[in-house]
């Protein structure tokens, strides 16, 4: 069993940054961690993955804006978010899992969330 815990969220105006952290516990034994967001009424969609490797992916979206990195160590993951804009207000989530799916149906562990909205 993996927990996975998030912290970070909050408001932010647009233009300005943002870093949440997902603490991992328990089972820490899987290959691909990831955060995704949900909009009211919108589909839950990948934001970054990183591997076991270090190998990381980014969607168009928020390339260039976010980065996903991890300190072992600490088996926190880490989502920076910089030149925040109003379109990126969401639930945002941890996840665990095997593979480094874009997609949400394939994640075996997930965080409670943490709120991020960004006013104009």
């Known amino acids: 069993q993996v927990q996975l815990v998030e912290s970070g969220g909050g408001s932010a105006q647009a233009g300005g940054s943002l870093r949440l952290s997902c603490v991992a516990s328990?089972?820490?034994?899987?290959?691909?961690m990831a955060w995704f967001r949900q909009a009211p009424g919108k589909e839950r969609e990948v934001v970054a993955v990183?591997?076991?490797?270090?190998?990381?992916s980014v969607v168009a979206p928020v390339k260039g804006r976010f980065t996903i990195s991890k300190d072992n160590a600490k088996n926190t993951l880490y989502l920076q978010m910089n030149s925040l804009k109003p379109e990126d207000t969401a639930m945002y989530y941890c996840?665990?899992?095997?593979?480094?799916?874009?997609?949400?149906?394939?994640?075996?562990?997930w965080g409670q969330g943490t709120q991020v909205t960004v006013s104009s």
């Open positions: 328990g089972n820490t034994d899987y290959n691909c």
């Open positions: 996840a665990a899992g095997p593979v480094c799916y874009m997609t949400w149906h394939n994640y075996d562990y």
């Open positions: 990183m591997d076991s490797n270090g190998a990381t």
